[in-house]
């Protein structure tokens, strides 16, 4: 019954020079792995559909606040999508790292010729993450939320 589901699996073990005999557990470990993150996906979905609730009912602020809030997270995971794309040698022509860089360029790039070099180690994407941080939590305390 579970060829249908193994023989393919068993196939690629094959290709790339391990045993087929361990199919299963490479089966149990992509199940698992596939499991985590459709749970963790269903959670984010679930949590950004009361975010979304509450600033619905929460008025003009709340609103605004979780508008800031988005778009701080968007540039936060453009900034961690660009730093482990360049330790792989994937930069900014990239078909897909490409959009990271067009959405952090205009705080990445002034950051980089103001900051003293520091060998192979760039802190201008680190240093970006601080000020998103401190715009974030400026604007958070603007609005009063």
């Known amino acids: 019954m579970t060829d ?3 023989r393919p699996v068993e196939r690629r073990i094959v290709r790339l020079g391990g045993n087929p005999a361990h199919a299963g557990g490479w089966l149990i470990v992509i199940t698992a792995v596939a499991g985590i993150i459709l749970l963790s996906f269903a959670g984010w ?16 602020r709340a609103t ?9 997270r968007i540039l ?4 961690i999508v660009r730093v ?15 959009p990271a860089y067009i ?19 760039d802190v201008s994407p680190l ?3 601080f000020v998103l941080w ?11 939320v």
């Open 4 to 6: 249908p589901i193994m």
């Open 103 to 121: 959405l952090t360029d205009w705080l990445v790039e002034p950051l980089r010729r103001i900051l003293p070099p520091l060998g192979a180690m």
């Open 64 to 72: 605004l606040s979780l508008i800031v809030e988005i778009l701080y």
């Open 134 to 144: 401190i715009m974030r939590a400026l604007i958070h305390s603007l609005l009063g």
């Open 76 to 79: 936060i995971y453009a900034l």
């Open 45 to 60: 979905f679930v949590s950004t559909f009361y975010r979304v609730h509450a600033a619905a009912v929460g008025g003009p």
């Open 84 to 98: 482990i794309a360049s330790w792989f040698g994937a930069f900014r022509y990239s078909r897909w790292i490409r």
């Open 127 to 129: 240093v970006a993450w």
